[in-house]
């Protein structure tokens, strides 16, 4: 019986583990402090989800809204991309709200809105998981 001459190691041997680094800056993504919020709707109405800052602290996201369905879900993350795109320019998550309400999307230049944010929609909510609940009715 002949050997085979491949070298079988690389099959075989376990990989080396090479950390990349601690990724880009990003808010907070949980909170339980009271939030404000902007509801982000697409151009039949439906609201996809809603943008949110969290009061005294760097915490904000976006919240989708299962009813929504993929457009819901595509929007999450164009949204997740302004998020990073924001904090990397030093905006504090206090004025998120006030320069996504006045901003002509995307900001982000890998950002791909199905959406943009409701004019005159912002309000508050006791904390997160009043938001959580709001978008999945």
Same mark, same amino acid.
């Given at each position: ?29 949980? $909170? %339980?402090?009271?939030?404000? #919020? @902007?509801? +982000?709707? =697409? /151009? $039949? %109405?439906?609201?996809?989800? #809603? @943008?949110? +800052?969290? =009061? /005294? ?11 929504? /369905? ?68």
């Amino acid at each position: 019986m002949a050997t085979d001459p491949r070298d079988a190691r690389r099959t075989t041997e376990d990989l080396p583990f090479k950390p990349a680094g601690p990724g880009p800056a990003r808010y907070a993504a949980t $909170t %339980g402090r009271p939030v404000r #919020y @902007l509801a +982000v709707g =697409d /151009g $039949t %109405g439906t609201i996809l989800g #809603y @943008l949110w +800052v969290a =009061d /005294g602290e760097e915490a904000a996201g976006f919240v989708r809204r299962p009813a929504a /369905g993929d457009d819901g879900g595509n929007e999450a993350v164009a949204w997740s991309a302004e998020l990073r795109d924001a904090k990397s320019r030093g905006v504090p998550a206090a004025g998120l709200l006030a320069e996504f309400a006045r901003a002509e999307l995307p900001i982000a230049q890998n950002a791909r809105h199905l959406g943009a944010v409701i004019p005159g929609s912002e309000a508050r909510a006791d904390d997160l998981d009043d938001l959580k609940h709001l978008a999945a009715r």
